[in-house]
């Protein structure tokens, strides 16, 4: 009698909500939900790499926008003859001139630590040019009159180059302004699809990251109970 009894009370089935049965996985329901601590953190980063790949890919149209740039380039002529105002910003260029050697600088790019020498074209201070060190050591190369490459003002190329335009200015007396350009000698709109490479990553970091922390607030479905 007592087994009996025993056997009853196990067989005895279990009421299930079928609500709850469809689309839904108990052993996901009955899982502690996470610590809110830990909760916070991870849409704090998240949040971050959403800015910080918005920050970057902002920083990078410049660059993007030369890769499609014309790669056929733009004739300036004598650097003593150009005329400042019509000249192309963010363009592949071809201008002819002297190097002065006596006005050169040395700078070192904080991405890649190359280092680069940096000088003016004789007879003007509106158009500098900036080459790799080890491209400014050969001799063949600076003994040429034809320079060609991308086209930027000082100001386009941000706060990296501050500290450049300064030393220019007060140590060897070469006025230098956000409006000087600086031609970056040999680099053709096709080397820089690391930019677009770069900015097409940026994006799937946003897409991802605004995805999961949209799923951090989504709702579940009620169930065929919470209807009734």
Not at 180 to 202: H, I, K
Request: net charge neutral.
């Amino acid at each position: 009698m007592v087994v009996c009894t025993y056997v009853a009370q196990v067989a005895k089935p279990i009421s299930i909500d079928s609500g709850t049965a469809e689309g839904l996985d108990e052993e996901l329901l009955a899982l502690p939900a996470p610590p809110r601590g830990r909760r916070f953190l991870a849409l704090t980063l998240m949040a971050l790499t959403v800015v910080c790949s918005l920050g970057l890919l902002v920083s990078l149209q410049k660059d993007v926008r030369y890769f499609f740039a014309d790669t056929h380039a733009v004739e300036l002529g004598e650097a003593t003859a150009v005329n400042i105002a019509s000249l192309p910003s963010n363009a592949y260029v071809r201008v002819r001139g002297t190097p002065m050697v006596s006005h050169m600088a040395h700078a070192t790019r904080a991405l890649g630590g190359t280092t680069y020498a940096l000088f003016p074209l004789a007879g003007q201070r509106a158009i500098f040019v900036e080459m790799p060190v080890a491209s400014a050591d050969d001799e063949r190369r600076m003994s040429r009159r034809e320079w060609s490459g991308r086209l930027v003002t000082f100001g386009e190329l941000g706060g990296r180059f501050a500290s450049v335009r300064s030393y220019l200015r007060e140590h060897m007396d070469v006025p230098v302004t956000s409006e000087t350009y600086l031609l970056l000698a040999d680099e053709t709109p096709g080397e820089y699809v690391w930019s677009l490479g770069l900015s097409v990553l940026c994006v799937a970091f946003i897409i991802i990251n605004v995805l999961l922390m949209l799923r951090w607030f989504r709702k579940l479905p009620p169930s065929n109970t919470a209807r009734a």
